[in-house]
């Protein structure tokens, strides 16, 4: 087969007609042996240690790879009633007698209930939480009613042509939407009636133009004859445009601001060069080329950066990433059998993970040596951390929600509206005996509007504070205590124009390509990439700071208005490590995207003199403690957080506030009102750089001052179009990585995607190992043969090919790194590529996949399908 773009690929078929090898584009090839009945027995990639099957009555009896082994048990049906792990611990499996699975009994004895009407619908299930939640579907079996574990309903509508019409959610609010004659929606109307409505290319069936509930409008073209996009103008009538290579991958994009980045790739699609081109204004500024250099399995193994450093990549035989060096700050990972990370070396420090029976991270010591145990209640919920053999928080949930939580000697106590927001926080004091002492210390309760948008927030500490959005859900304005008042105007693009407290300040900014040009006294320019070069204010714009960035637009320095000057450092992820500032360096120490360390040194003074831990809620961004001090002699602050996770106060292990403060709406602090102890962490993902005032987020550096990033979005249109913005409003969301916002509690949807989200492009980079992430490598096929002959043979959604090859499509895109979908739901796991339309449904534990589509555009919701089908597996 050659494709588009002159890339042929190789299949060899046996004499039964079985594919036996295949070679890709660039020579690499893979293998595959089978069994006397025609049962594949062994995969063998390019380099990765190969995958062995065995089988019993023609059903996978044991997997093997490297040195891990799976074992499975088998009822007369094949159905798998007991699944053995790596590690020896036993899954057990009950069916009815359509096959259906009834119960899913864990390795810690904790179970899953499912229960069937006679048609196959789930109608009920029992968590293993102990809570449980109930369906009901209509006569066509469309579900119609979902009730949570605390009782709450959401009610499903459904049109004559099968089309989901209205969502009532509890409480009683809805969402309604219309649908033409082909089955895209032309219009949504959101819980405060306002509308916003689509427009189709003729012939296309693709979104022309969008008209948002204020009048702006989005509008999109594209290639007719391969049906990609092509160009988009935005609310200012802007223009980004894209071209694409022969194989639908993208050749070059130019943002709104002028900005050009071309792509270049190998014959396997994957990313080989990358040049990014100065904006049209800039004269001679050479363009910034990265390149990339892969082995045969498209594994990244160096990447050249422009300015000529390089970045090398290691991987042992099963595929790991082991090692990465960028000559200044060596990283390295160690796995366990199921490929959990369970090392990690950074620089000088060293972190340590371990797993319980069910996969739950349960062990971390940090880079000091202090060693932390999580506890977890039956389903998965946190029960406890324990610090060095003793108790640092306990937590209670009931529903699926935390309701509990005891940090010191203070408990908080969090309750939730029908839709499960945040509705009131109390912290109580505790007595010697651990028994609640008197009235609360102090409660935050909040109200929300129809949109799920905070109306109203009531501190017992801070007062009061009231908030309005116009028909975008954008913040306009604030109203506190004592006259803080709070007002926000915003362009049709996103962008914010201007901001006032307390009738300081107003002043309208001038905007091109999203580019923030002046805002009051202030002017900013930027290079030729879009970065923030200066900031000019005060009289005759006398007052300048400058700003300097590496060949990555990574922020490396400062010069400040005095003349005083601040140098950053990042290692091969990104992740700042350093800044160096006076004579004094501080250093940031990692878990994944988290800061979970820091230390400063100054030269000339022996030791530390200050070193800081962070203990986050599992798998989040939210900071539950700070341990101040290196080894056990530290000591311990809890932070007690609002409904965004945003640090309101810190209390010592006494239940003292030793720290508070009081916030605008984008993140900068008006005032301390308590102060004793320092605490950089602000929204979540952020740290307070006292000598600039910027938040470093990650990714990127945050302006509370103007709520905006001082660069654009490296990921470019898949974090939206306006790529200065930080969040649609701060009341609720929260962008902890500085790449892409996301609201703080879902929202329904019609899974109507938006169009530049679509484009297809495989640029993806490495990311650091994360402990606790989900294993998309080593899955066999399962109950896969079935799906092939439906999605395949009948409806032809991956064109004529094989069983093995649609066992290898599925292979590759569960490992496949990218801007992706993923949902785990028990040991089910769902990977949605919005993309391509590709549907993954996995089983974690039995490293099955389950089943692997294409939806073909008639779900309402193909994530939320997807789902509901895992739901029944």
């Not at 190969?50 to 996978?60: A, R």
């Not at 839709?419 to 409660?443: A, C, F, I, T, W």
Request: with cysteine; net charge neutral; charged share 25%.
């Amino acid at each position: 087969q050659t494709d588009p773009d002159g890339a042929t690929h190789q299949k060899i078929y046996d004499e039964q007609g079985r594919l036996i090898a295949e070679k890709d584009p660039l020579g690499a090839v893979t293998e595959y042996q089978y069994n006397e009945s025609g049962l594949l027995t062994a995969l063998i990639p390019p380099q990765d240690e190969p995958t062995y099957y065995s089988y019993l009555d023609g059903h996978v009896r044991k997997i093997r790879r490297g040195m891990a082994q799976w074992y499975y048990e088998r009822n007369a049906q094949g159905d798998i009633t007991r699944q053995t792990d790596p590690d020896g611990h036993i899954t057990r499996y009950t069916y009815n007698p359509q096959g259906k699975i009834t119960l899913i009994q864990h390795p810690d004895d904790s179970y899953h209930k499912l229960t069937w009407n006679s048609l196959g619908q789930l109608t009920g299930e029992r968590l293993p939480d102990g809570n449980q939640r109930q369906y009901a579907y209509d006569v066509q079996g469309r579900k119609t009613t979902q009730q949570e574990p605390d009782g709450a309903l959401t009610h499903y509508k459904w049109d004559a042509a099968g089309r989901l019409s209205q969502i009532t959610l509890p409480g009683g609010k809805t969402r309604a939407w219309s649908y033409n004659a082909y089955g895209k929606v032309t219009a949504e109307r959101d819980e405060r009636g306002h509308i916003t409505r689509y427009e189709y290319a003729d012939h296309l069936h693709l979104v022309s133009r969008r008209i948002n509930p204020d009048g702006s409008q989005l509008n999109y073209r594209y290639d007719n004859a391969r049906l990609l996009l092509t160009g988009i103008e935005n609310e200012h009538n802007e223009h980004y445009q894209l071209d694409y290579h022969p194989n639908g991958l993208l050749r070059q994009e130019i943002g709104f601001d002028g900005s050009k980045t071309a792509y270049a790739y190998d014959l396997n699609g994957h990313l080989l060069e990358k040049t990014e081109y100065p904006d049209t204004l800039s004269g001679d500024t050479p363009p910034l080329k990265t390149a990339y250099q892969r082995d045969s399995a498209g594994r990244l193994l160096v990447k050249t950066l422009p300015d000529g450093s390089e970045i090398t990549y290691t991987y042992d035989s099963l595929g790991r990433l082991t090692e990465v060096d960028d000559g200044k700050w060596p990283l390295a990972y160690e796995y366990d059998l199921q490929d959990r990370l369970i090392t990690e070396h950074q620089g000088w420090a060293t972190l340590r993970y371990r797993y319980d029976a069910l996969g739950q991270l349960s062990h971390c010591t940090l880079p000091d040596g202090n060693g932390l145990d999580y506890l977890y209640h039956p389903g998965g919920a946190l029960k406890a951390i324990n610090l060095n053999g003793q108790r640092l928080t306990g937590h209670r949930f009931e529903h699926g929600r935390e309701i509990m939580r005891q940090q010191g000697s203070v408990l908080s106590e969090y309750h939730y509206d029908e839709q499960q927001r945040l509705k009131e926080h109390r912290v109580h004091p505790l007595d010697r005996n651990g028994e609640v002492s008197g009235h609360y210390h102090y409660r935050r309760s909040y109200q929300y509007d129809a949109n799920s948008n905070l109306r109203l927030l009531t501190d017992s500490r801070k007062g009061q504070k009231s908030y309005a959005y116009d028909p975008l859900d954008r913040l306009t304005e604030v109203l506190g205590n004592a006259n803080n008042v709070e007002h926000f105007a915003h362009d049709p693009a996103g962008n914010l124009l201007a901001q006032s407290y307390n009738g300081q300040g107003r002043s309208y900014g001038k905007i091109k390509g999203n580019r923030l040009l002046m805002q009051g006294d202030c002017h900013f320019d930027y290079d030729a990439y879009g970065n923030l070069l200066r900031e000019r204010r005060g009289a005759g714009q006398r007052l300048v700071r400058h700003y300097r960035y590496d060949s990555q637009h990574r922020l490396i320095g400062i010069t400040l208005p005095d003349g005083s000057d601040v140098a950053y450092r990042y290692d091969a992820f990104g992740r700042r490590i350093a800044k160096d500032m006076d004579g004094k360096t501080t250093q940031f120490l990692w878990q994944g995207d988290r800061l979970i360390a820091e230390n400063i040194y100054q030269k000339g003074v022996k030791g530390w003199p200050l070193y800081r831990s962070y203990v986050y809620e599992p798998g989040t961004f939210k900071p539950m403690a700070l341990l101040k001090g290196h080894g056990t002699t530290n000591e311990v602050y809890y932070y007690q957080l609002d409904h965004l996770g945003t640090p309101q106060e810190l209390t010592d292990s006494g239940g003292k506030i030793v720290w508070s403060a009081y916030y605008r709406a984008y993140g900068n602090i008006v005032k301390f009102d308590i102060n004793e102890i320092s605490n950089p962490l602000r929204f979540q993902g952020q740290y307070y750089d006292e000598e600039s005032g910027l938040h470093y987020n990650r990714h990127r550096y945050y302006n509370p001052n103007t709520g905006r990033y001082l660069t654009p979005d490296p990921i470019k249109l898949a974090g939206g179009l306006n790529s200065y913005q930080y969040v649609p409003n701060p009341t609720g969301w929260v962008d902890p990585l500085g790449l892409s916002s996301c609201p703080n509690a879902g929202k329904p949807s019609s899974g109507l995607e938006n169009p530049e989200q679509n484009v297809h492009n495989n640029k993806s980079e490495i990311s650091a190992p994360t402990a606790g992430s989900i294993n998309w490598k080593g899955f066999s096929q399962g109950k896969l043969q079935p799906h092939y002959k439906k999605h395949v043979l009948d409806q032809h959604e991956f064109g004529k090919i094989t069983q093995a090859e649609y066992l290898k499509q599925a292979k590759d895109f569960a490992k496949q790194e990218g801007k992706f979908n993923e949902v785990a739901i028990g040991n089910i796991i769902i990977k949605h590529d919005v993309l391509t339309g590709r549907v993954f449904v996995g089983h974690l534990k039995l490293r099955e996949i389950r089943t692997f589509y294409k939806d073909d555009g008639r779900d309402s919701d193909a994530l939320k399908s997807a789902i509901d089908f895992a739901k029944g597996l």
